[in-house]
């Protein structure tokens, strides 16, 4: 057993917190108090409050397919994900989570009653510690989410959908929503903060003034009297005429901001997806260094709390095993390969942090002269934890020995090429290329196709005119993206091109282009 170098020598318990699978509520009480004296107290992790919710199988079924947020409008793509899970799970083909926790505060952390309760212990220090740290004190939460609103919002949301399907009918309001998943990936500023921060009270008045709009100029017993003309529209859309700001590359905000014909309630819809686009995308930066930081924290916080014997020797074993199967990363000849394990790469680099920090290497010393043996492992990972996202925190962090662990190389393997060439191995260059070469996959603007609005006639043609600026060769796939068009379309409400051009030299690549179905 590998025990940890950050605390000082413990003092044995007299007898461990349990010793069995089964658990109860005060047992978990007392399990969450024993892991915050060691996370809050030795660690000095600094997390949001947390709420622990224990649910069920179906219950966690149900998180799922919810995005995993405990309030949220209802949609058709939920319960087809619902229906997909249960019958993988029920099959045996898919195991579920063991928990999901929340980036709200407080901190909502979903455990399993299946659960034994070494690995409700196991969760608690994952999530409630290693996730909610990491939630609170990474710089890209903090620009781009507001953990104390977001719940307050998701009931906004869920109400306000609700009522805008009982109003205009659930096929027009299933349509908007289609269209705006079809663009949340191309719904975030990425080169800048968020413009502002959502207010629920601030929706609210929205919404009370499109009301109190909509009395005004909708009068029921003016429709019982003979028409002479075609009746007028209940609700008349006014078309800004303003000039929009082009390039523009949050396609869901100008869809919201300058689309010719959408009223209020599909603009308000439209709205709220892109605020769920913007707290979901420093998740999607930051995978390897969430479930990297949840990973350590949770294995030293047990080694700990082993140490100071309320943890069993058989519980131990247990918990050893299910983190084992955690951070398994499969080779790359492996019939299970399916790329990098964020929670073996992540748990691997900080670990190696850590062993820099304490007894560095020769090695080390060159490549880490910051850190290494400063002997302080907690400030130098809170640190990163802070301060990073995967893309700059393996660039900055990934050593060559974790190359070597992980026998990492890199190979040119091109149409235009006749062979496989071998680009990068295990010498001081080629560690270099291949932390250059690892850290661009996690670069979510690489990874993303760069898609601009570059021109709009509003008072004219109507024409919307995207821009695709293709990278490496990398084309769109056509049926996906004609597809895609189609709710740009729709949203829109006239005709759409779509030009493809080479980001290096301008050139014209492709041309898609289509109209908005009748």
Not at 184 to 204: L, T
Not at 266 to 294: D, H
Not at 314 to 319: I, P, R
Request: overall charge negative.
């Amino acid at each position: 057993m590998i025990m940890t170098d950050i605390f000082k020598p413990a003092v044995k318990a007299e007898k461990p917190l349990f010793d069995g699978p089964d658990w109860n509520f005060d047992l978990i009480r007392d399990v969450y108090d024993a892991i915050a004296e060691v996370g809050l107290g030795e660690m000095g992790l600094d997390i949001y409050r947390n709420q622990i919710e224990v649910i069920t199988a179906e219950q966690m079924l149900d998180a799922y397919s919810s995005i995993g947020m405990p309030v949220m409008y209802r949609h058709w793509s939920f319960g087809k994900r619902f229906a997909h899970d249960e019958m993988y799970y029920r099959k045996g083909a898919r195991s579920l989570a063991f928990e999901i926790v929340i980036n709200s505060d407080p901190c909502i952390n979903y455990i399993m009653e299946e659960n034994s309760m070494t690995m409700q212990c196991l969760v608690l220090a994952h999530a409630a510690m290693g996730h909610n740290h990491f939630f609170k004190n990474n710089y890209l939460f903090k620009q781009w989410t507001q953990a104390d609103a977001i719940l307050e919002y998701l009931a906004f949301a869920k109400k306000f959908v609700a009522d805008c399907e009982e109003r205009f009918g659930v096929s027009a309001v299933e349509a908007v929503i289609d269209a705006a998943h079809a663009l949340m990936n191309q719904g975030v500023s990425r080169n800048a903060a968020p413009r502002r921060r959502f207010d629920p009270a601030k929706a609210r008045q929205r919404e009370i003034k499109r009301r109190e709009y909509e009395i005004e100029i909708y009068n029921e017993l003016w429709r019982t009297l003979p028409q002479s003309k075609p009746e007028a529209k209940a609700e008349e859309v006014v078309i800004d005429l303003t000039p929009p700001i082009v390039p523009e590359e949050n396609l869901l905000y100008f869809l919201e901001q300058y689309s010719p014909q959408l009223p209020d309630w599909k603009r308000e819809i439209m709205r709220i997806v892109r605020v769920l686009s913007t707290y979901f995308y420093p998740q999607r930066q930051t995978k390897v260094m969430n479930e990297g930081c949840a990973t350590f924290l949770h294995y030293e916080i047990m080694n700990r709390l082993y140490e100071k014997g309320l943890v069993t020797d058989g519980s131990m074993l247990e918990f050893m095993h299910m983190h084992s199967a955690v951070v398994y990363q499969p080779g790359f000849s492996d019939r299970g390969f399916g790329g990098f394990n964020p929670y073996a790469l992540g748990f691997a680099m900080m670990r190696d942090i850590k062993r820099i920090c304490l007894d560095p290497t020769d090695e080390d010393r060159k490549w880490f002269p910051d850190f290494a043996g400063n002997g302080q492992p907690m400030e130098t990972l809170k640190d990163a934890w802070a301060n990073f996202r995967d893309e700059s925190f393996i660039h900055q962090f990934l050593s060559p020995k974790v190359i070597r662990d992980f026998r990492l190389f890199h190979i040119r393997n091109k149409s235009e090429d006749h062979a496989v060439r071998v680009e990068a191995i295990h010498d001081e260059m080629g560690y270099r290329d291949v932390r250059r070469l690892l850290a661009r996959q996690y670069d979510v603007s690489q990874q993303d196709p760069d898609i601009q609005v570059t021109d709009a006639d509003l008072s004219g043609s109507r024409r919307l005119v995207l821009t695709h600026f293709v990278r490496d060769g990398i084309l769109l796939d056509k049926d996906e993206c004609d597809r895609t068009l189609m709710h740009v379309a729709r949203l829109w409400g006239f005709r759409v091109r779509l030009v493809e051009v080479d980001n290096m030299t301008g050139a014209k690549l492709r041309e898609h282009e289509t109209l908005p179905l009748p």
